[in-house]
């Protein structure tokens, strides 16, 4: 069936492409493959994987390559070590290009997804902004819909074998988008305006450093505060 590719829009055969990334889900697999999914309800249920045909074996390609150096990254393949200074988690040495592309193209993913999962992530107008980034393999600067990514622990306890929905929110006044992959929380800033100094220190730098943070996720999200907190703690509120 020949459809449209919603990153290049051209027509033609398109591929199921996944919507989280694929490195995502491997260590979330049980023994049956399954991972479990908590929807906002707090409902738990199983699934083989959120895949839509999205995109054309080109630009499939294009953002395979990005996911690739991502979990190569991730789990440490290239030698990244994270460094954890006290609530802070600290990579180094990061290729700003490659990484921010797959930041960008998981948001952008989410955000054209047509799937009930996805439907709280949703950038209005800023939506082509990033399909114009992504298309041209342009990262942009560090605040174009900078990433703060929040390494999650469940009372120290790894849960990567958990994701939760999609969530939109506002952090200093600003539109933001939370999205939970790879046992971590990546909270994108998606607002016209600039992003306050404070929340830029935790995005991907140009040299090729990301300052996370280390938090309790599920304890956190629980009481719906992470922002919050995290924003208390940095005076934004
Ligand atoms: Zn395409």
């Not at 033609?12 to 479990?36: A, C, M």
């Not at 999205?54 to 460094?83: D, P, W």
């Not at 939970?180 to 140009?206: E, I, N, T």
């Amino acid at each position: 069936m020949r459809q449209t590719c919603q990153l290049c829009k051209v027509q033609g055969e398109l591929l199921q492409s996944h919507i989280l990334p694929e490195f995502v889900y491997r260590p979330l697999y049980d023994e049956k493959h399954r991972f479990t999914v908590v929807t906002e309800e707090g409902n738990r249920f199983q699934q083989k994987g959120l895949r839509e045909r999205l995109l054309c074996i080109s630009c499939e390609r294009q953002l395979s390559r990005y996911e690739k150096y991502a979990s190569e990254v991730m789990n440490g393949t290239l030698g990244h070590r994270f460094r954890q200074e006290q609530d802070k988690i600290i990579i180094e040495n990061i290729d700003y290009e490659c990484f921010k592309l797959f930041e960008i193209s998981v948001l952008w993913r989410a955000a054209v997804s047509r799937q009930e999962f996805f439907k709280l992530v949703s950038l209005g107008p800023r939506e082509e902004k990033l399909r114009a980034m992504l298309r041209a393999g342009d990262p942009g600067q560090p605040e174009d819909f900078g990433c703060v990514v929040i390494f999650a622990h469940d009372r120290g306890q790894d849960i990567s074998d958990t994701i939760f929905n999609p969530e939109s929110f506002r952090w200093a006044g600003r539109q933001m988008h939370k999205i939970y992959f790879a046992g971590a929380a990546w909270l994108f800033h998606c607002d016209q305006q600039a992003p306050v100094s404070h929340l830029k220190k935790f995005f991907l730098q140009r040299n090729g450093t990301l300052v996370g943070l280390c938090e309790e996720l599920t304890h956190a999200r629980a009481n719906f505060s992470i922002a919050k907190r995290l924003a208390r703690r940095n005076r934004l509120l």
